[in-house]
């Protein structure tokens, strides 16, 4: 399993494609959807609404035609295969992004950032009082209730310590659940923040140095160097690999585990020029 590598959302690098095979005066991706066009003052020729376009589950879904290709596959077939998406973007395969301050706010500025918000946690108070809409806990307090109505009202009865039994082992339950439930609320909250604080190793600057970088600091456009058993962290386009394989249960609910290569440019002198009626999915 050794090292892979991708460039994080939607980005990926090969052989063809120059600056000069795309014209700003139309939509790069025109056949796949109508979008504002970038001003001629930017360095990406790509907008995070295109990129979007590489991810979309229709999209890198295997088609059920034989000779047909994954739509993602074609998308970045119309960007010039992995040379070229990396010519849009401004990055390199090699190196990465340059990553100096401007590099970085000016992918930001664009793309966004890649920090995933952290939920807000419902209170103690709040889970406690969602324990008592459940219907079952409604009935027996209504039926405590009446019980104990009915025993204010017998002379010398002690049945009201029946209700009172009731009401105590109702709160005791629910205070219980309502503690389980807060634990699990901040579990899941430091994991998120586990996630925005992984760190991931990247290629950056004119030689491409080797750095490692919490992920809420990637940008559109990084190198990752990828390890076994590392998570992915975020959208990104296979451009190195050896056997690899991805856990995406939970982007595909039918699928645990799928294996991943990257898309290849044979060049315009061979019978065919890519290795994409294979279905590679580097996605």
């Known amino acids: 399993a050794s090292t892979r590598k991708s460039i994080l959302s939607m980005t990926s690098m090969d052989e063809?494609?120059?600056?000069?095979?795309?014209t700003i005066g139309t939509p790069l991706l025109g056949h796949y959807k109508k979008l504002p066009l970038l001003?001629?003052?930017?360095?990406?020729?790509?907008?995070?609404?295109?990129?979007?376009?590489f991810f979309e589950k229709k999209n890198i879904k295997e088609?059920?035609?034989?000779?047909?290709?994954r739509v993602s596959l074609n998308i970045l077939r119309d960007c010039g295969y992995n040379h070229g998406l990396c010519r849009l973007l401004n990055t390199d395969k090699?190196?990465?992004?340059?990553?100096?301050?401007?590099?970085?706010?000016?992918?930001?500025?664009?793309?966004?950032?890649?920090?995933?918000a952290l939920p807000k946690i419902q209170s103690f108070w709040t889970l406690l009082a969602r324990q008592f809409e459940d219907t079952n806990v409604i009935f027996l307090i209504?039926?405590?209730?009446?019980?104990?109505?009915?025993?204010?009202f017998s002379d010398g009865s002690t049945a009201y310590i029946e209700s009172l039994t009731i009401y105590a082992g109702l709160l005791f339950a629910a205070l219980i659940s309502a503690f389980c439930d807060w634990i699990k609320e901040r579990q899941y909250l430091k994991l998120k923040d586990e996630i925005n604080n992984q760190e991931v190793t990247v290629y950056r600057g004119a030689f491409g140095t080797?750095?490692?970088?919490?992920?809420?600091?990637?940008v559109v456009g990084d190198v990752v160097d990828i390890q076994q058993?590392?998570?992915?962290?975020?959208?990104?386009?296979?451009?190195?690999?050896?056997n690899i394989t991805v856990d995406q249960s939970m982007y595909f609910q039918n699928?645990?585990?799928a294996p991943k290569e990257q898309s290849v440019y044979y060049g315009p002198e061979g019978a065919e020029p890519d290795n994409h009626k294979y279905h590679p999915d580097p996605f």
Request: with cysteine; glycine share 6%.
């Open 94 to 116: 090699e190196t990465g992004i340059i990553g100096d301050k401007k590099d970085l706010e000016r992918r930001q500025a664009l793309f966004g950032k890649h920090s995933i």
């Open 39 to 53: 001003t001629n003052k930017s360095i990406f020729r790509l907008n995070k609404e295109d990129l979007t376009l």
């Open 210 to 218: 080797c750095v490692s970088i919490p992920v809420r600091d990637l």
């Open 16 to 22: 063809p494609g120059s600056m000069e095979d795309f």
């Open 63 to 69: 088609p059920d035609n034989q000779g047909e290709c």
């Open 229 to 242: 058993g590392d998570r992915v962290p975020a959208d990104c386009i296979l451009i190195e690999e050896m």
């Open 255 to 257: 699928q645990t585990v």
């Open 142 to 152: 209504w039926a405590a209730t009446i019980y104990l109505v009915f025993s204010i």
